[in-house]
C-alpha cells in the first residue's frame, strides 16, 4: 500500500467548501468537520456532516399472497407514508464525490473521493446532530478524554441515535470471553428511554455536560 496523501489545510479546505456548495441547497444543515474545522495545516481527509432536506412518499407494498382451501388470492397491501430524503440530495452527492461506500439514498455514511481526497460524509439522527457535529470535528482525544468521559459521569452513553441513560442500554458480549464490546444500545424491554434535549448549538450541549465551551480550533 501507498503512503497516504497528507493535504495543506488551504487544499483540503478548498475540495471540502465544493462539496458543501453542491449539497447545501438541499440540506437543512451542513457542515464542515474533522481537522479543516480545526483549522489543522495538514489534513488527511475531508469530513462534513449534514441533514439532507426530506419529503413524504407513498410507497405501495408488493401483494401478500394468501391460501385458502381452494387457491392463492394476492392481497393487495395499502400504500405506506414514509420520509426520505429528496430526489435532488442524492444526485447532488454523485456530482459531489465519487461514491466508494454507503448509501446516499439511505444510509448514515457515505465515503466518497474528490480530487484524489476522501470525503466521509456523515448523515446523523436530526436529534443528534450537535453531538455529532462534536464528535465528527474532534479531536478524537478530546471528544474520548473530555466529552465522552463527562458525560460518562452523568451516567449516560452514546448510541447511534444519541445521548441514553447507561442502565437502560447494553451491549454485544462475547460468548467465549464474557466481556462486553461494541457501541451501545437500548435493552429490548426498554420501550420509553430517557432522551436528551434537542440541542440547538454547541454551547447548549458543553453546558448540559458541565464543560466550558471550546472553539473548534482549541479541541486538542
Known sequence: MGKERIWAYHEAK??????????QPFCDKIIIGGSIRREKSLVSDVEI?????????????????QLDMFASVEVAKEPVEVVQRIPEFVVALYDAVLV?????????????????????I?????????RQAIIRTGSRFYVKDV?????????LCGTANGLRKRKECTRA??????????SYFLKEEVT?????????????????????????????
Open 14 to 23: 478548498t475540495i471540502a467548501d465544493e462539496v458543501v456548495a453542491l449539497l
Open 49 to 65: 456532516l449534514c441533514l439532507p432536506k426530506v419529503h413524504k412518499v407513498l410507497v405501495h407494498p408488493k401483494a401478500s399472497t
Open 100 to 120: 466508494v461506500e454507503g448509501c446516499p439514498k439511505s444510509g448514515r455514511y457515505v465515503k466518497g473521493i474528490r480530487n484524489e481526497i476522501q470525503v466521509d
Open 122 to 130: 456523515f448523515i446523523p439522527q436530526r436529534s443528534d446532530f450537535i
Open 147 to 155: 466529552v465522552a468521559f463527562a458525560w460518562s459521569r452523568k451516567g
Open 173 to 182: 458480549r462475547s460468548k467465549v470471553t464474557g466481556k462486553y464490546y461494541g
Open 192 to 220: 420509553n428511554p430517557w432522551k436528551p434535549p434537542v440541542f440547538k448549538t454547541e454551547e447548549e450541549f458543553f453546558s448540559f455536560l458541565g464543560l466550558p465551551f471550546k472553539e473548534p480550533k482549541d479541541r486538542k
